[in-house]
């Protein structure tokens, strides 16, 4: 079992910048990729972006390409999302998630655990 609590979100100006953050307990956090997903209201949840164990694979999606960065502290059991850039169409709740996985996954039928999101306004 591995809880997971997403923190970090709030209301910002477009152009601005927030780092979301996600602490992990439970079992071993290495063992697992980690995945931030959005879920904007009336749209599919959708994948952001994605980290395996040790970091040496990240995944974006497009729209975020260039502003946002995943990052991880296997020592502190936590990952995060650095969002700059931030436009309007970024806001939408934000949640974690683990995937028991050497690789990444971007569905999120893949994912095992999730946290409970964490919402993010940006404001035009």
Do not use: H
Request: with cysteine; glycine share 8%; hydrophobic share 35%.
């Amino acid at each position: 079992q591995v809880q997971l609590v997403e923190s970090g979100g709030g209301l910002v100006q477009a152009g601005g910048s927030l780092r979301l953050s996600c602490a992990a307990s439970g079992r071993t956090f290495s063992s697992y990729a980690m995945g931030w997903f959005r879920q904007a209201p009336g749209k599919e949840r959708e994948i952001v972006a994605a980290i395996s164990r040790s970091s040496s694979i990240t995944y974006y999606a497009d729209s975020v390409k260039g502003r946002f960065t995943i990052s991880r502290d296997n020592a502190k059991n936590t990952v995060y999302l650095q969002m700059n850039s931030l436009k309007p169409e970024d806001t939408a709740v934000y949640y974690c998630a683990a995937d028991y996985t050497a690789l990444i996954r971007t569905t999120s039928y893949n994912y095992d655990y999730w946290g409970q999101g964490t919402q993010v306004t940006v404001s035009s």
